[in-house]
């Protein structure tokens, strides 16, 4: 069983930025993290994907970002005791980027980062809004 917690969506102006969390607490080996991915949802278009990263030692994990965001999005990790801290940093956002965030972790390796199917747990979301 894994918990996903999101935090750190709000209301921006085009161009400004956002700080997304995702706190994922595993409480029964072995369904720790191995992967996790931001997603979104705007009103009326399907889930996609945003970016997702590798559980790593340390700081480290390999990450994969959509092209729509690559270059204005960052993601990064925190590994704690009991708890996987994902961070997805979003500059230089645009009214396009409002919508539902939600985090979703896989505790297999492997698969396919982008695809939601291949994802086991999910977050209840957090919005982001970005006005013109």
């Known amino acids: 069983q894994v918990q996903l917690v999101e935090s750190g969506g709000g209301s921006v102006q085009a161009g400004g930025s956002l700080r997304l969390s995702c706190a994922a607490s595993a409480y029964a080996y072995p369904t720790k993290p191995k992967r996790i991915g931001w997603f979104r949802q705007a009103p009326g278009k399907e889930r996609e994907a945003v970016a997702a990263?590798?559980?790593?030692?340390?700081?480290?994990?390999?990450?994969?970002?959509a092209a729509s965001v690559k270059g204005r999005f960052t993601i990064s990790q925190h590994n704690a005791m009991n708890t996987l801290y994902v961070y997805l940093e979003m500059n230089s956002l645009k009214p396009e980027d409002t919508a539902m965030y939600y985090c979703?972790?896989?505790?297999?390796?492997?698969?396919?980062?982008?695809?939601?199917?291949?994802?086991?747990?999910w977050g209840q979301g957090t919005q982001v809004t970005v006005s013109s």
């Open positions: 990263i590798d559980r790593g030692t340390g700081a480290t994990g390999a990450t994969y970002y």
């Open positions: 979703a972790a896989r505790v297999v390796d492997g698969g396919t980062w982008f695809m939601t199917s291949e994802y086991n747990y």
